[in-house]
């Protein structure tokens, strides 16, 4: 066995990394003492380590009992890809599999061994771990995802009640408990039903620093909101809906926009789900569009966003839903899309249950996830005091703490509106009314001769969206009603009339189109970066892919980035990466090193770099905005940005060809340039047909020179 001065060298020598992160250390030193532990620690917190390093550095075998298959296959796939001897046994493997593995662990040459609770406790594995004891010895008992021992945990398994076995056949094995969300009343259900002996218990924080929370009110074209929302982000993303036809909605959409997507959910075969959730864990798709059947064993720790499209049913689902983002710790965006329709969705979905209770908490779930979306404070604050936990001041990482609301006073505004309500006899919806206030000339005014009433016209100062702010507010504080007998009708309440007689003031957050934001200089040195990122990000693929694992296996994003901003150009260099330990450097190193190298003469070439101006465009064109919304953003007309685009292809730089033109229409402009050659735009288009615009022509002519020089 390797000796080691320190826990800081031996982390480095197995997993790459410079130094622990928060409690790690602590962690390890008590495993290290053989002392049973509780350690709860949030998504991302690097619970695995906490195990994984006692493990390697203890002697004997640790035994890891995990509930589901692909988490297991995912952590020996990282194991091993860092030169570390581990396995699984379970009811995927041939018999001959088997063996084989069982001898290896016989013969020592195995340090973690993954193992459902099921087989652990089966007939013929007891005699084998026996054998285990006595040839190489057991340094440890690690449950993973201890919150299935508890019937008060959120995902209980009977099968995980009968590991206390494990305690009376092994009383002098050290047990580890790892969970990431527990309550007060599941840690004490853990440690009586493990039997932990004077544990040490390691509470880190709810909190998940890296991950950045907004609230965006659902646009009406909610689909091309979230296209834009997509495109604005790098990496994968996980879309949630409510309902399965949504998901196959949106999965459709968005591959026909030329975003890579899968849908996921309970609708579909076990085989459909298994084969989708494979394929977006190895990065052949970059978004996952999936119900909450798409859940536990996600283990792909590079999610860079999540996007709520409908309103989650309650906080806790919330924050397990969004917390699979930046696993890596690295920085990730949770958005959720938010709308008084999903409101009364849910609502509907809720009045169908039987029981009364069921009701009951129900409502109050959804009541807490409305103040959530609705509330001006801090998002971490309302999320953490959910859990117990008090988190005060400023996180500086939600569109709260960044972009705080104001808070106004729209009491006289409100005293219309709901006057305007009782007028129209409380037989209308929100729009109707608003359509009154605001003096609107619409047949169905004169119709109902509401265009005689005292409310009309006078809400005229008022935009259509600033009325819908007041009436989603009113509503959602419970300041009126609005029933759906087929289509949604205001109704005054007990509050409403304490407003109209002046008993009761309305104070609003107001939501203010943000002003469009002056333009920062381009940096030449951070585009170059993000190219050469990409590159790495292919490398890694290809590399993955003739392994048959997930790209996070071979580097992290974090490592990538760091090997992007440093450009180590020899080994030794190299190795100073965190997350490049010793297997990893002798694997990969050459290969990524010769890679960074050709990058680095590459750009020693005089090829043309970008002005300026042409950078601010490519950076709108990377946030997702269109050629039209380009040009209006920077004042040019369409034919400047056009130029702009054109240049950036021949240049090299990431232009997406496909969002601009799409697929059919470049093989059509491409085979007309391969007949009549590319010197003339005008001979392209006569060929082409008025059907295409010179623009297309252009872009398409800039990509095929770049790609033939």
């Known amino acids: 066995m390797v000796q080691f001065y320190s826990l800081e060298e031996a982390l480095k020598h197995f997993f790459g990394y410079d130094s622990f992160r928060p409690a790690q250390r602590q962690i390890v030193e008590e495993a290290l003492q053989n002392r049973d532990l509780l350690i709860i620690m949030p998504t991302g917190g690097g619970k695995s380590l906490c195990f994984q390093l006692p493990a390697l550095l203890k002697p004997g075998l640790t035994v890891v009992v995990s509930p589901l298959i692909s988490l297991m296959q995912d952590q020996v796939d990282a194991l091993l890809d860092n030169g570390i001897g581990a396995t699984f046994l379970n009811s995927t493997l041939s018999w001959d599999d088997t063996r084989s593995r069982e001898t290896a662990i016989l013969k020592g040459k195995i340090k973690l061994l993954y193992v459902a609770p099921e087989r652990l406790l089966g007939e013929r594995f007891g005699p084998f771990l026996e054998m285990v004891r006595s040839q190489v010895g057991i340094s440890a008992f690690a449950i993973d995802e201890a919150h299935c021992v508890s019937e008060w945990g959120h995902d209980f398994r009977p099968e995980y009640r009968q590991i206390k076995q494990l305690r009376q056949r092994y009383p002098d094995v050290p047990v580890l408990a790892l969970t990431a969300t527990a309550t007060k009343r599941v840690q004490q259900d853990i440690i009586q039903q493990l039997m932990l002996k004077q544990p040490g218990i390691h509470i880190t924080s709810f909190n998940r620093p890296n991950l950045y929370y907004e609230v965006q009110p659902k646009q009406s074209q909610s689909y091309n909101q979230l296209l834009k929302q997509i495109r604005s982000h790098q990496g994968a993303g996980i879309v949630y809906?409510?309902?399965?036809?949504?998901?196959?909605?949106?999965?459709?959409?968005?591959?026909?926009?030329?975003?890579?997507a899968l849908p996921y959910h309970a609708g579909m075969t076990d085989e459909a789900r298994t084969i989708n959730?494979?394929?977006?864990?190895?990065?052949?798709?970059?978004?996952?569009?999936?119900?909450?059947?798409?859940?536990?064993?996600?283990?792909?720790?590079?999610?860079?966003?999540?996007?709520?499209?409908?309103?989650?049913?309650?906080?806790?689902?919330?924050?397990?839903?969004?917390?699979?983002?930046?696993?890596?710790?690295?920085?990730?965006?949770?958005?959720?899309?938010?709308?008084?329709?999903?409101?009364?969705?849910?609502?509907?979905?809720?009045?169908?249950?039987?029981?009364?209770?069921?009701?009951?908490?129900?409502f109050?779930?959804?009541?807490?996830?409305?103040?959530?979306?609705?509330?001006?404070?801090?998002?971490?604050?309302?999320?953490?005091?959910?859990?117990?936990?008090?988190?005060?001041?400023?996180?500086?990482?939600c569109d709260n703490c960044r972009n705080p609301?104001?808070?106004?006073?729209?009491?006289?505004?409100?005293?219309?509106?709901?006057?305007?309500?009782?007028?129209?006899?409380?037989?209308?919806?929100?729009?109707?009314?608003?359509?009154?206030?605001?003096?609107?000339?619409?047949?169905?005014?004169?119709?109902?001769g509401h265009h005689l009433l005292s409310t009309y016209g006078i809400g005229k100062d008022k935009s259509v969206e600033a009325w819908k702010m007041l009436a989603r507010s009113l509503l959602h504080q419970g300041?009126?009603?609005?029933?759906?007998?087929?289509?949604?009708?205001?109704?005054?309440?007990?509050?409403?009339?304490?407003?109209?007689?002046?008993?009761?003031?309305?104070?609003?957050?107001?939501t203010q189109t943000p002003a469009a934001k002056a333009l920062a200089e381009i940096n030449p040195r951070t585009a170059e970066i993000e190219i050469l990122?990409?590159?790495?990000r292919k490398l890694r693929k290809q590399l993955a892919?003739?392994?048959?694992?997930?790209?996070?296996?071979?580097?992290?994003?974090?490592?990538?980035?760091?090997?992007?901003?440093q450009q180590p150009q020899t080994l030794e260099a190299f190795a100073e990466i965190s997350g490049v330990g010793t297997h990893k450097l002798a694997q990969y190193g050459e290969t990524f090193v010769s890679e960074i190298r050709a990058f680095c003469q590459e750009q020693k070439l005089p090829v043309p770099l970008p002005s300026n101006t042409h950078m601010l465009t490519l950076q709108l064109h990377q946030q997702g905005l269109s050629v039209e919304e380009i040009a209006q953003q920077r004042k040019y007309s369409r034919t400047t940005i056009v130029g702009h685009l054109s240049e950036l292809l021949e240049m090299q730089q990431p232009v997406e060809l496909n969002r601009i033109v799409s697929l059919d229409r470049q093989k059509a402009?491409?085979?007309?340039?391969?007949?009549?050659?590319?010197?003339?735009?005008?001979?392209?288009?006569?060929?082409?047909?008025?059907?295409?615009?010179?623009?297309?022509?252009?872009?398409?002519?800039?990509?095929?020179?770049r790609e033939k020089g």
């Open 533 to 536: 990122f990409e590159r790495l």
């Open 241 to 260: 809906c409510l309902s399965r036809r949504t998901v196959d909605e949106l999965a459709f959409r968005l591959e026909k926009d030329g975003i890579s």
């Open 277 to 362: 959730q494979s394929r977006f864990i190895r990065d052949d798709v970059r978004v996952m569009v999936a119900t909450i059947a798409f859940g536990m064993g996600i283990n792909k720790p590079d999610v860079r966003f999540v996007i709520h499209y409908d309103l989650p049913r309650n906080l806790e689902s919330y924050y397990q839903e969004s917390g699979r983002a930046g696993r890596d710790a690295e920085p990730a965006h949770c958005t959720l899309l938010y709308s008084a329709g999903d409101i009364f969705r849910i609502k509907f979905l809720i009045e169908q249950k039987p029981d009364p209770k069921e009701q009951q908490v129900a």
């Open 364 to 397: 109050q779930q959804l009541r807490q996830v409305i103040d959530y979306a609705e509330g001006t404070d801090c998002r971490r604050t309302i999320q953490l005091r959910y859990f117990g936990e008090k988190f005060a001041g400023n996180c500086g990482n």
């Open 669 to 705: 402009i491409i085979q007309a340039i391969q007949t009549l050659g590319a010197e003339s735009l005008r001979t392209l288009r006569e060929h082409l047909g008025e059907a295409y615009s010179y623009e297309e022509i252009r872009l398409v002519r800039s990509w095929w020179l």
């Open 479 to 510: 300041l009126v009603d609005e029933t759906h007998d087929g289509y949604p009708i205001l109704k005054l309440n007990k509050l409403s009339w304490e407003i109209l007689r002046s008993q009761r003031s309305v104070q609003i957050a107001i």
């Open 405 to 448: 609301k104001p808070i106004e006073d729209w009491t006289i505004e409100a005293q219309k509106f709901l006057s305007c309500v009782a007028r129209c006899k409380e037989r209308f919806g929100m729009i109707h009314v608003i359509d009154v206030l605001r003096g609107s000339r619409k047949k169905k005014i004169e119709q109902y």
């Open 545 to 565: 892919d003739a392994q048959s694992v997930p790209p996070y296996v071979v580097f992290a994003d974090s490592s990538l980035r760091l090997m992007a901003q």
